[in-house]
């Protein structure tokens, strides 16, 4: 006979099981940074699928994909091996996810119809065997302890290394791609071959989580599998219910910043060579955001907390959508077959002079991401671009009177995009860790009021409005950009900028504002929370 004892519902965990933990979502992270940031991009610009078809494909392969989630839970919920409920799919479910990320991100030579057949098969292999690991993995956070502040920790420490390896996949992706496609960062076998790498990594750190942590709340002996009773008490469930709005909303804004992000510095900020630090920067901050919650936490009401920092995001991205453009174009990629020249004056933003000179550069990858800038044989005001298919060029020029301008050096424009992003990634870092533990609290909840613990249905259910949110935010980039008249690599009109733009800012400040509102209505804090934990720690469940 195992009597669970309120000491081990309460347990402290070690920093061996908390790291541990940590690691199963920077494994989750090698795929879904690369989901979130670029798959859309991948699809149109590299496989050839329509904004349009891309559209629709994504939308409907997430929507398929988040009512999985609930399936997913009931098995779980149902499980009883001897490694507990949850932990053996972050064992056996390793390899199938792992082929099926490198068949997402493989280009088959078809037709259109094809190409859309294959990515809706491929996209939702991938997506289902993510569920069949991550629903479990979030499940797990909610067994390992119930005390709130251990939860807070835990989760920070979760959230800190799915942002570091955000920050790895975010920044090195493009880079990666082009060093394994032979210098083409446009190269199908490129992203394929970084794709390989992220998963073989990911499946070690599935593994150390399976090896490092151990289930301690389980339900009461008595309790039957009765899944659709479970479901039932979910929707009937007060904080459910605004913890499934807020869920859907916040990802919906996640979804836009990270999607939209390719095509502004592609098509409107014309510096696609920035496109890594950007997004690497804007997952730093995210991190250190992460980082700060159980700090945060100890002083303000999570509640709270998470409805000053939904406003703070509102006003930045707000502020972010009147960033103008640099009125030169700084540094070029050249992959428009249609571009024969580059003007100097065009680059560095500054008409020649009588006595001006130039000295045009390419940028030579010396290893990974490291690169040196290489003199070309051309010192006009104007290069021809033949042979310099897929290079990166600038130019410096020396004036008359002997001062110098770098088009290479990053304009205000840029650094203030720059700034901005990080200041709106530090304000939703915390956001992840708290309704992560807010949502622990939710199976707590339904736990102390039904008589139930379905902690597998409560999370598989949370997670489904986030898959949810996540193809409302998709649904919505690649619509209007099809509305507006988006075509892959070529210059775009002035209204499908306009829409790439308020997509990475505007967009995402409202929904965040949304968030707000459905925070006004959720209760489960404070005294009734202890209150909450307290009779559920007193209670005794014993076990054959």
Same mark, same amino acid.
């Given at each position: 006979m195992l009597q669970q004892t309120p000491?081990?519902? +309460? @347990?402290?965990?070690?920093?061996?099981?908390?790291? &541990?933990?940590? +690691?199963?979502?920077? &494994?989750?992270?090698?795929?879904?940074?690369?989901?979130? %940031?670029?798959?859309i991009f991948f699809y149109t610009d590299i496989f050839g699928i329509s904004a349009a078809a891309a559209a629709t494909m994504v939308t409907v392969t997430k929507i398929?994909? @988040?009512?999985?989630?609930?399936?997913? &839970?009931?098995?779980?919920?149902?499980?009883?091996?001897?490694?507990?409920k949850f932990r053996p799919y972050l064992l056996f479910g390793t390899l199938p996810m792992m082929g099926a990320g490198l068949l997402t991100m493989t280009t088959p030579d078809l037709d259109e119809s094809g190409k859309l057949i294959w990515a809706y098969a491929t996209y939702m292999i991938l997506m289902l065997t993510y569920t069949v690991l991550n629903m479990p993995y979030n499940s797990l956070s909610a067994v390992l302890t119930a005390?709130?502040?251990?939860?807070?920790?835990?989760? %920070?420490?979760?959230?800190?290394?799915?942002?570091?390896?955000? $920050? $790895?996949? &975010?920044? @090195?992706?493009p880079d990666l791609a082009e060093y394994f496609g032979g210098g083409d960062r446009y190269s199908p076998i490129g992203w394929q071959i970084t794709m390989s790498i992220y998963a073989v990594i990911a499946s070690i750190l599935f593994v150390i989580t399976f090896a490092t942590t151990k289930e301690r709340i389980t339900p009461p002996p008595e309790q039957k599998?009765?899944?659709?009773?479970?479901?039932?008490?979910? /929707?009937?469930?007060?904080?459910?219910?605004?913890?499934?709005i807020l869920a859907m909303v916040i990802m919906t804004t996640f979804t836009l910043r990270g999607s939209s992000a390719t095509y502004y510095f592609k098509y409107f900020v014309e510096r696609p060579d920035l496109l890594g630090a950007f997004i690497g920067l804007q997952v730093l901050g995210l991190m250190i955001g992460a980082m700060s #919650?159980?700090?945060?936490?100890?002083?303000?009401?999570?509640?709270?907390l998470l409805m000053i920092l939904m406003a703070i995001v509102s006003v930045l991205c707000f502020a972010f959508s009147f960033v103008p453009k640099p009125d030169a174009l700084g540094v070029v990629d050249v992959n428009d077959a249609e571009r024969t020249s580059l003007k100097a004056q065009d680059l560095l933003g500054e008409a020649h002079q009588p006595g001006d000179t130039y000295a045009w550069t390419r940028y030579q990858k010396v290893f990974w991401i490291i690169k040196d800038r290489v003199a070309l044989d051309d010192n006009s005001a104007t290069l021809e671009l033949a042979g310099l298919q897929n290079e990166t060029i600038s130019v410096i020029k020396t004036r008359a009177d002997g001062s110098v301008l770098d088009s290479a050096e990053i304009p205000g424009e840029i650094l203030?995009?720059? #700034?901005?992003?990080?200041? $709106?990634?530090?304000? /939703?870092?915390?956001?992840?860790?708290?309704?992560?533990?807010?949502?622990?609290?939710?199976?707590?909840?339904?736990?102390?009021k039904t008589g139930r613990r379905a902690t597998g249905m409560t999370f598989s259910?949370?997670?489904?409005?986030?898959?949810?949110?996540?193809? @409302?935010? *998709?649904?919505?980039?690649?619509?209007?950009?099809?509305? +507006?008249?988006?075509?892959?690599?070529?210059?775009? *009109?002035? #209204?499908?900028l306009e829409g790439i733009v308020y997509m990475q800012t505007l967009a995402p400040g409202a929904f965040a504002f949304i968030a707000i509102i459905a925070l006004l209505f959720y209760d489960l804090t404070g005294d009734k929370l202890a209150k909450i934990q307290k009779e559920l720690s007193e209670r005794k469940y014993t076990t054959e």
């Open positions: 000491n081990d519902r +309460l @347990a402290k965990l070690s920093w061996r099981e908390r790291i &541990g933990y940590g +690691l199963g979502d920077a &494994g989750f992270n090698f795929y879904w940074a690369i989901i979130g %940031s670029y798959l398929v994909d @988040a009512f999985t989630d609930p399936a997913m &839970g009931a098995i779980a919920d149902k499980t009883n091996t001897r490694w507990g005390d709130p502040q251990e939860r807070n920790t835990l989760n %920070s420490t979760r959230f800190f290394f799915a942002y570091f390896t955000g $920050i $790895i996949v &975010g920044a @090195a992706t599998s009765k899944p659709l009773e479970d479901l039932k008490n979910l /929707l009937v469930c007060k904080p459910w219910i605004i913890i499934f #919650a159980s700090t945060l936490t100890r002083y303000v009401e999570k509640v709270k203030l995009m720059f #700034a901005l992003s990080i200041l $709106i990634s530090l304000a /939703l870092g915390p956001k992840a860790p708290i309704t992560w533990a807010m949502y622990a609290d939710v199976a707590d909840y339904n736990e102390w259910a949370t997670t489904f409005s986030q898959k949810l949110g996540s193809a @409302a935010g *998709s649904a919505i980039m690649l619509s209007v950009l099809a509305m +507006l008249g988006y075509e892959a690599n070529q210059v775009q *009109s002035d #209204a499908s």
